[in-house]
Structure formats: C-alpha cells, structure tokens
C-alpha cells in the first residue's frame, strides 16, 4: 500500500491512523515534495478514476488559479500535467492498493478495500 499524503492534513493524519489501527502495512510519500507524475495520474485514469475528482477543489491554490472557471477550456493533457506540477493540487490523500485507487478519506471506503487486499494475500509455508 501506498499512501500519497500532505503530512500536515487532518484528513490525511486520520486517514494514517486508520491505517495504523488496522495494523495495515503500508508506505507514506509526500505529496508536495513528491506529487504524483504524469505518468502515475495516467494510470490512476486508467483504473477508472475520473480526472476532475484529483483536483483538491477546496485548496487555496486551485482558488488562487481560478480552476474552477479555467479547467473546463483545458485539454486532458494540460490537466495531468497541471496536477503532476504541484501536489497542492492533488485531493488527499491517495491511497494505491495494487491496481485501486482511494480519493481522500472515506472510512466505509478504506475498509473495503483493506478487506479485499487482506483476502488476496496468499501465505505459504
């Protein structure tokens, strides 16, 4: 599991707890030192995550941009790479378990998806 968060966010820091509680094992990297790539926002895509529910709509900085008015005149392109540009821009956390993508913190969401990557751990001794 990886976790793509801004250490600073409440939401974040919840949704580590979560993790933590339910002793998930898991990899945290910094979504404003490390944003998501081009290449990684691409297959996020590809795993049917829609492209405007990446967009971090209530941060300052898509507010200081004018997104809201400016995103719907931009290509797909344009787009991917305005979020590969700044972290800041990207809604928190992403959870990436194998080929599922989780937007943000939904508990009810989270748990299914522990359930489902719990199951499909294969133990041999």
């Not at 996020?44 to 997104?67: D, V």
């Not at 008015?69 to 990436?96: F, Y």
Request: hydrophobic letters at 40%; aromatic letters at 8%.
């Amino acid at each position: 599991m990886l976790l793509i968060e801004y250490p600073k966010c409440s939401t974040c820091q919840k949704a580590k707890k979560f993790l933590l509680d339910h002793h998930m094992s898991f990899t945290c990297r910094d979504i404003v030192s490390m944003p998501p790539t081009e290449e990684e926002i691409r297959q996020y895509l590809a795993w049917g995550i829609p492209l405007q529910k990446l967009f971090n709509t209530s941060g300052i900085l898509y507010r200081e941009l004018n997104l809201k008015n400016k995103l719907p005149n931009m290509t797909q392109d344009e787009k991917i790479s305005l979020l590969a540009s700044n972290g800041m821009l990207v809604k928190r956390p992403l959870l990436i378990v194998g080929d599922k993508v989780l937007v943000g913190f939904k508990e009810l969401e989270w748990e299914k998806l522990i359930k489902i990557s719990v199951k499909n751990i294969s133990i041999t001794f």
